[in-house]
Structure formats: C-alpha cells, structure tokens
C-alpha cells in the first residue's frame, strides 16, 4: 500500500471518527494522517496467500485471523496502522465498543511495497514493537521468495530470521509453521 498525507494534527479521537466514517482507510501517526492507497496484484495475491494459510491452520484454535481492514493501535493511542495480516490469540481486546481497532496482536504481517518499505521496517516496527503482546513481525517481499520472521525473545529482544524458496518458518503459536512456497504460491511464476 501506498501512503499520502490526508490532514495534519488531528486528534486520535477525531482520527477514528473521520476514519470510521471515510471511504478508504488512513493509518495515524502522532497526529498525522495518512491515506492508504490500493495494492498491486502481487501484493493482494501474497495477503489472500497468508490470509488463507494462517486461517486454516489456526481454524480449530484460540488465535483469530484479520486481513488487512483490522486497525492496530498502540497503547498511547498516538498511532493507529492497518497491518496486511493480523493475528491475535488468547482474546482478541479492542479499543471501544466498535471492536474494529485491536490493541493484542499476536502477529503482524506486512507485505513490503516499494513506497512504504522503508516505514514497515522502521517507525512502523518500532510501533509494533511497543505491542505488549506482539511476538512475530513478519516482513514479507513481493519480487523475490523472501521472508523475515522477527521474533519477540522472552527478555524482550527481538531475533531475525530469513526464510526463503524451499524453507519453512515456526510461529511460535499453536505450533505453526509456513511453506515459504505456499506464501508465494501463484504470485512469482505469472
């Protein structure tokens, strides 16, 4: 997705009315908003891919899956972002009533976009990193088979794992695991 400022020092609180009721979605950064722009083919196929591979393998458990029209917001309640795959397991908790902005991610996914990788790999992760519960961020390419797999250590540290063609990579939720062919499936080959 591509990112373009929409209107400058709004209040959080103002953000998520102007953004409920918006036609597209905008994420929020410490009063800034952005609109965020369509995807290219490559991009939609690599979501449905994860989408689809995360729902079926978690199906039968606690963990819930959302595409990327789940809104994720910090516990300052100064950002708000929509990842491209969220996952949230043990309760999924939202800000308010509305239960479309969660606040327990257990895995955030970004497919990389040439306009936005620069921001999922820095303010953007330093955002989710601030996630109390969050335990992977996963950074997924889209003109090459290449996966990151960032991984919350118990001391709070953060691992990087790369995972390409032919690999599998282990979330450490109910025992998952991801052919980095089947996220990939349809995507390089036309």
Request: proline share 4%; aromatic share 8%; glycine share 6%.
């Amino acid at each position: 997705m591509t990112a373009a400022t929409a209107a400058p020092a709004m209040s959080p609180q103002d953000y998520l009315a102007f953004d409920r009721s918006a036609e597209g979605k905008h994420e929020y950064w410490h009063g800034e908003v952005f609109a965020m722009t369509g995807a290219s083919r490559r991009h939609n196929l690599l979501v449905a891919n994860i989408v689809r591979l995360l729902g079926n393998a978690l199906l039968d458990g606690p963990c819930e899956v959302y595409p990327s029209d789940m809104r994720v917001a910090a516990a300052s309640g100064e950002v708000f972002t929509y990842p491209d795959v969220t996952v949230a397991c043990e309760g999924a908790r939202f800000s308010d009533d509305a239960q479309d902005t969660l606040t327990n991610p257990s895995v955030v996914v970004e497919v990389l976009s040439p306009s936005t990788e620069a921001y999922d790999r820095g303010k953007k992760f330093e955002h989710y990193r601030g996630l109390e519960g969050l335990r992977h961020y996963v950074l997924v390419a889209q003109e090459y088979a290449l996966v990151e797999l960032y991984t919350r250590r118990p001391d709070g540290t953060w691992t990087l794992s790369d995972h390409r063609a032919g690999d599998t990579l282990s979330l450490e939720i109910s025992g998952l695991t991801l052919a980095v062919d089947d996220v990939y499936r349809r995507v390089l080959s036309t």
